[in-house]
């Protein structure tokens, strides 16, 4: 029998899974690359120029590394920071191709993937409502991490009749007095942009008269052509208000292995660190035994890949400008970011009847931000011949498009 109290007790309905959800997690859009990405999974026509992964495999004498590092049971925790001679490498290896001097003891932190590294970045400077300043296109992370840790991502948009430069025209007018973090990505994903010296000169200006501390995403900073990558960390000033980031996906054909790395001021790597101790421990040491032999040995295999690529480069930029597509010439990473404005269009719309009419696969631009749309993203880390018949037909679609 229910007692009277009981029946007096007000009754809820149960909540759903979704309620019990942080907002900032439930709220998050899914990447809009790898939705691209899953559509095509399972299609055995479809050439994908969507994904931004190398299409060569790891070098041999870097998998025997690991290979033998299994074999003689390194299978232990490392350092938090990462093992000690990795972190000598690396800083000799910026020190001799970038001209930025990082001490290995305090101012190194190997992590799992550059996106680590950008993730513990933004939760060690960010406080509620702090403002950051993301030029775009870019990098789909970014914005989505800087709200999941609280801050509020600000659009700084580049055009392409600029070759997507930053300008601090731009900078300036996205620039409030809750603006903290300055995050840059050159060479650019999506975009393939670069910054000279010269570019980069009012850019350091503008961060020290405006008190920013800035994240340098350079993951793409062996992938130019043409022009040497120019380090934000090394620009008069800047090493102690930046921190870079990179890592050994995209040069070193390292994608699955998930090794990054950050350099920055003793105190801003040793808050990162503190998060990375509690939530990662450190990276694995199969991996970092890999990333520190191709830093000694793999230099030659980069170079013969970055030669590769830009030969792909020239055949993409071509075919595009061929069949009718304005394609601004890509100076660094490995994407060309041809607009498709003239076909009447969506970016969306495009790479939409594009995977569904003709098996190809590209990520529409607007997914990276402010003027990205009417452009498409097209990975030309892929072989000749897929590239070749990929940009076949795109052109029979855009004749399609003309003639309807």
């Not at 003689?72 to 191709?97: C, F, H, V, W």
């Not at 601004?328 to 009419?357: C, D, I, M, N």
Request: glycine share 8%; charged share 20%; net charge negative.
């Amino acid at each position: 029998m229910i007692k009277e109290e009981e029946k007096s007790q007000p009754q809820t309905s149960p909540r759903s899974m979704r309620d019990y959800l942080a907002p900032g997690a439930r709220d998050m859009k899914p990447s809009g690359i790898r939705r691209f990405f899953d559509l095509a999974a399972g299609r055995k026509d479809i050439i994908t120029l969507g994904v931004g992964e190398p299409d060569f495999v790891t070098p041999w004498h870097v998998r025997d590394a690991c290979i033998y590092s299994l074999e003689r049971g390194k299978t232990q925790y490392t350092s938090n920071a990462g093992m000690p001679e990795l972190r000598e490498a690396i800083g000799q290896y910026l020190s001799d191709g970038f001209h930025v001097n990082y001490n290995p003891a305090d101012e190194i932190i190997v992590t799992v993937g550059g996106s680590e590294a950008i993730d513990l970045a933004l939760r060690a400077l960010i406080t509620p409502g702090d403002e950051i300043l993301v030029p775009e296109p870019c990098y789909i992370t970014y914005s989505p991490i800087t709200t999941l840790s609280g801050g509020v991502a600000v659009g700084v948009e580049t055009f392409a009749e600029d070759n997507f430069k930053l300008r601090v025209e731009s900078l300036q007018a996205a620039l409030t007095p809750r603006s903290k973090v300055l995050i840059l990505c050159y060479p650019s994903n999506p975009t393939g942009g670069i910054m000279t010296y010269e570019d980069w000169l009012p850019i350091a200006k503008f961060a020290e008269e405006n008190d920013l501390i800035v994240i340098s995403d350079e993951i793409y900073a062996e992938l130019t052509y043409g022009m040497k990558h120019v380090s934000f960390a090394a620009m008069p000033g800047m090493k102690d208000r930046t921190i870079l980031v990179s890592g050994f996906s995209k040069a070193f054909a390292m994608t699955g292995w998930r090794m990054g790395y950050a350099c920055g001021h003793p105190e801003l790597i040793g808050a990162m660190l503190k998060i990375h101790q509690y939530t990662i421990m450190c990276a694995p040491i199969m991996g970092q035994i890999a990333a520190l032999e191709a830093l000694r040995n793999g230099l030659e295999e980069k170079d013969r890949m970055v030669e590769s690529y830009n030969q792909r480069r020239r055949i993409v930029v071509q075919g595009f400008r061929q069949i009718g597509l304005e394609c601004h010439e890509p100076q660094g990473a490995f994407y060309a970011f041809p607009s498709v404005k003239s076909t009447g269009l969506t970016s969306e719309e495009f790479a939409t009847r594009l995977l569904q009419e003709y098996s190809v696969a590209a990520v529409p631009g607007d997914v990276f931000g402010k003027g990205g749309e009417g452009h498409l993203r097209c990975s030309y880390a892929s072989s000749i011949a897929n590239l070749t018949e990929a940009i076949d037909r795109i052109g029979q679609f855009v004749q399609k498009l003309k003639a309807n």
